[in-house]
């Protein structure tokens, strides 16, 4: 019988983290489980940095982006020696179950542990990358899609006035899903990103096809590690290329990571907090929180981290034929 939890984000921050640390704290509380905040990701959990929440801790964080929790990458927690201290804090603070926020770094660790110590952990997905199998859609990626549709909208007025091309770095990590679905949103020209190969000579095309109507300017978005060296490197085979093109380049960079929540991601985390809290109630473990056709759904640790979600191909065809 699960009496104690301890919540967690770690990795990467992503707004509507917060909703979700809420919603497992109110969740558990209401079932009379005593909850256990851990700092700092896994090196709170190393450091015994943990505090017992009430629900007034929460009050008042639904609409911040961040996590009150602070997150860290943790390279000790990557030790068995790391691992060994994190346990102990759990066995010192009675803790029968961890629920972890964060990507596949955080659910890697989790399940080391869950393997390694046998303590019970419930994963929800809190990343902008969406790059999780098993879940429509990760906490965090729509409130960063919009920041990102918003900010390639704002170039668009310069890039027409000055008839120019831009090139605009996108976060994603490993995945175009931030990519392809901001190009489609803010009717960019042309994505890059590294589940399609693009070759110089469509980026050509594009720009190209961009130039021909009569808006006169073109938005490139291009995935931090699609191509080695990201936008800067694209804007230098551009202007090799096209000198009179005059590449410019924008990367986004943290700003998308920042931000008060959407509604959906509000609501999203809210919903995950509780089945997250729901499925230790009911001896369930080492499975991730997902959402599919607005559905909760509870998939495996092990296949959330390891299955590759692909992007769809009706998007990468309608920004091809959009953009013409
Ligand atoms: O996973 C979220 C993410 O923002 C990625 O999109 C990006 O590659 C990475 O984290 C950046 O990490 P950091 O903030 O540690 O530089």
Redesign the pocket.
Known sequence: MIRTIGVLTS??D?PGMNAAVRAVTRAAISNGIVVKAIYRGYKGLIDGEVKTFSTQDVSGIIPHGGTILKSA?CEEFRTIEGRQQAYETIQRENIDALIVIG?DGTFTGGRMLSQEFHVPVIGIPG???NDLWGTDATIGYDTALNTIMRCVDTLRDTATSHERVFLVEV???DAGF?TLNAAIASGAEAAIIPERATIMEQIEEAIGQGRRKSKNSSIVLVQ??AIEGGAQAVAKLIAQAHPEYSPRVTILG?L??GGSPTAFDRILASRMGVAAVQALMDDQQNIMVGLHEDEIQYVPLSKAIQIKKDVKEDKWGALKVLSI
């Open positions: 990795g990467g992503a990458r990507g990343t902008i990358d976060m994603g990590r931030l931090e590690h943290h998308q990571r």
